[in-house]
């Protein structure tokens, strides 16, 4: 009995781990797939909207079937607030950050992902919708962990450094090739800068995708449908942004290659099975938990990029890397901290106010 039942805990525990490791491994496969496919020669605006195609037809059924019967009816002030922050949240967030891809490489853009919980932090608290607390430790992390997690990003942007010489030597034949593609491809200082700058402001769209969707899904609960519902906003969207920058048919088709490859696993794996993990392991662990992993989607796509690409690394984008980190642990930090503050104010304040309760009852009947 005792042997089943450890047995069933020690399941539990590695199947939310392995899940974290599985989220982690499909965002820098999302990096990956996104910049071979983009490097092959395919429209980013095009890349988007099939993206999203396969994202709306992969959500469809489950949706259907699962969120059906808990879907309210939608008035139509609210019908107009998903597609407006289906409009800026994705669709705009997506078109910058996969056009980014021309410019950067898919190391910076799983790096750039770290930024998304502090620039989220620093939206909420010009919202409103967060509080600074200064004079507590965890309001100070927050604070720090933002700054440091934005100044990481742009030092991996904006300064590259020597590279690691000692990484070098496992690929020596192919210095002066990488090099020369390097400069005659994306890695102008100028160009560099644009394409860092285009995926940070994606990642401030998308930030403020995340802060709507408190207020959206308080007024539409069923979140399945809801998001099946934005995907679907965002493919029409997309297609009207793809046309308008792509009108050559050639540039539509998709045969059975990497691009294919590319958009089915970002719209199904991605959108699909990464959304379901996440929302499991937060009803079994917390946000934060999960939110503790995002740093592996940066190492993994860094060693992938490094033996498959030959992507040469640097002692700048190191720090800026390790900065980036820090700072997203900093935010985590306080926010958790900040968390179990407020909890245990609120739980304090219950006791005394049955505490209160208690002593009245007692006066009463004291009195009587």
């Known amino acids: 009995m005792k042997a089943s039942l450890f047995y069933a ?3 539990e525990t590695h199947k939310l781990y392995l899940a ?19 490097g092959e020669g395919m429209n980013p605006f095009v890349f988007v909207f099939y993206r999203q195609a396969f994202a709306s037809f992969a959500l469809a059924p489950f949706s259907f ?3 059906r019967k808990n879907a309210p009816p939608l008035s139509y002030s609210l019908l107009c607030k998903i597609f407006l922050v289906a409009l800026v949240g994705i669709t705009l967030s997506l078109n910058l950050y996969y056009y980014a891809f021309n410019y950067t490489t898919a190391t910076f853009a799983a790096a750039s992902n770290n930024t998304i919980p502090a620039i989220t932090f620093i939206m909420a608290v010009f919202l409103g919708m967060e509080s600074i607390l200064l004079k507590r430790l965890y309001g100070a992390a927050k604070v720090l962990g933002s700054v440091v997690c934005v ?8 300064y590259k450094g020597p590279p690691i010489k000692f990484l070098m030597r496992f690929y020596p034949s192919i210095h002066k090739e990488v090099s020369d593609s390097i400069i005659l491809t994306t890695s102008s200082k100028s160009d560099w800068v644009k394409g860092a700058l285009l995926m940070l402001s994606g990642n401030i769209a998308w930030s403020f995708w995340l802060i709507m969707q408190g207020p959206i899904v308080k007024r539409y609960p069923a979140k399945l449908y809801l998001t099946n519902l934005q995907c679907c906003f965002s493919c029409i969207q997309s297609a009207i942004v793809a046309l308008a920058f792509e009108r050559n048919p050639s540039s539509w088709k998709l ?4 691009q294919l490859l590319s958009v089915a696993y970002c719209g ?17 662990k917390g946000p934060v938990f999960t939110a503790m992993f995002t740093p592996l989607a940066l190492l993994i796509t860094a060693i992938f990029s490094a033996f498959l690409w030959k992507e040469i690394i640097h002692w700048g984008s190191v720090c800026g890397a390790l900065m980036l ?3 997203l642990y900093s935010v985590l930090w306080g926010k958790r901290k900040e968390e179990v503050t407020s909890e245990a ?5 219950l006791q005394e106010a049955n505490k209160a309760k208690e002593e009245t009852t007692l006066e009463s009947i004291a009195l009587q």
């Open 9 to 11: 805990m020690f399941s």
């Open 325 to 327: 980190v820090g700072g």
């Open 268 to 284: 199904i794996v991605v959108t699909g099975i990464t959304y379901w993990l996440q929302v499991w392991s937060i009803e079994k």
């Open 345 to 349: 104010n609120s739980e304090r304040q």
């Open 255 to 258: 045969g059975w290659n990497i």
């Open 20 to 38: 974290m490791l599985f989220i982690q491994f499909a965002y820098a496969g999302m990096a990956l797939f996104s910049k071979a496919a983009i």
């Open 151 to 158: 100044s990481g990003a742009l030092l991996f942007a904006l």
């Open 65 to 67: 079937f699962v969120d």
